[in-house]
């Protein structure tokens, strides 16, 4: 089963400051405080292509995943594919003017691999819960 995760969230700054913080990958994921390191390649300019390994600190372990950009529309969108151990994913993070800010949007869809189909609707739900907690974390660092 292929999973769904949709999430938003509005942010009290410009469309042009949500989505440069959006797009620097390497100041963004500091907003998490699981992110054990964050390596990006190649070096230079951030492009479709780039890629980036994370390392982060999840139910008591270190653990690895990468995240390849895969379209950027500036100021619009960021569209990345991920390798998340278990699964992969593909998300799509729009930013639009909205009153009082820009809204985020991050809409995914990922697909388990091997044992963890069987546990799609957890890893739904997990899939929501962190999206949800990293927008509001985003959120909190633009406006805080």
């Known amino acids: 089963m292929a999973l769904q995760i949709n ?35 190649p070096p230079g300019p951030i492009g479709v292509g780039t890629t980036y390994v994370l390392q982060q600190r999840i139910q008591g372990k270190v653990r690895q995943s990468t995240m390849r950009l895969t379209e950027i529309e500036p100021n619009h969108l960021i569209a990345f594919a991920a390798d998340l151990g278990p699964m992969e994913a593909q998300m799509r993070l729009s930013v639009e ?3 009082g800010g820009t809204r985020v949007t991050a809409h995914g869809e990922g697909m388990p691999r091997g044992i963890f189909r069987l546990f799609s609707r957890h890893l739904q739900r997990m899939g929501h ?8 974390q985003v959120k909190a660092a633009l406006e805080g």
Do not use: C, H
Request: aromatic share 6%; glycine share 0%; charged share 25%.
């Open 7 to 41: 999430s938003t969230v509005l942010i009290a700054r410009p469309v042009e400051e949500v989505f440069a913080f959006l797009l620097d990958i390497e100041r963004s994921a500091a907003t998490d405080p699981n992110l054990v390191s964050v390596e990006k390649t």
């Open 97 to 99: 003017p909205a009153q």
């Open 129 to 136: 819960r962190v999206w949800d907690m990293r927008l509001a």
